[in-house]
Nanobody, 127 residues
């Protein structure tokens, strides 16, 4: 089974910074493609924050451009989200997402890629 485990959330004052981390682990991970961060505020739908390909190409929601930075360490199966100049409206549960293929020992080949999600980490920004 694949697990995505986030860390780094917490309570911060407006204008402050936080760095989120997410590690993917599991048996037979063959490849990790796009990785990303999403967030869900109370009463709202989950929304994209930022994504990064395994080649390093990035994409950001307009609301976080210039303040947040996504990066990854492929050797550690880890994706990061550096969040600067935080605002109260950034308050949400942040979820890690990764597109992962496994190696099927039974079929002796990789599986089709599928999305995996972390359990979420709370980020609260107070004014």
């Amino acid at each position: 089974q694949v697990q995505l485990v986030e860390s780094g959330g917490g309570l911060v004052l407006a204008g402050g910074s936080l760095r989120l981390s997410c590690v993917a682990s599991g048996r037979n991970i063959f490849g990790i493609y796009d990785m990303g961060w999403y967030r869900q505020a109370p009463g709202k739908q989950r929304e994209l924050v930022a994504t990064i390909t395994n080649g390093g190409a990035t994409n950001y929601a307009d609301s976080v451009k210039g303040r947040f930075s996504i990066s990854r360490d492929n050797a550690k199966n880890t994706v990061y989200l550096q969040m600067n100049t935080l605002k109260p409206e950034d308050t949400a549960v942040y979820y890690c997402n990764a597109e992962i293929t496994l190696f099927s020992v039974l079929r002796d080949k990789p599986t089709d890629p599928r999305d995996y999600w972390g359990q979420g980490t709370q980020v609260t920004v107070s004014s």
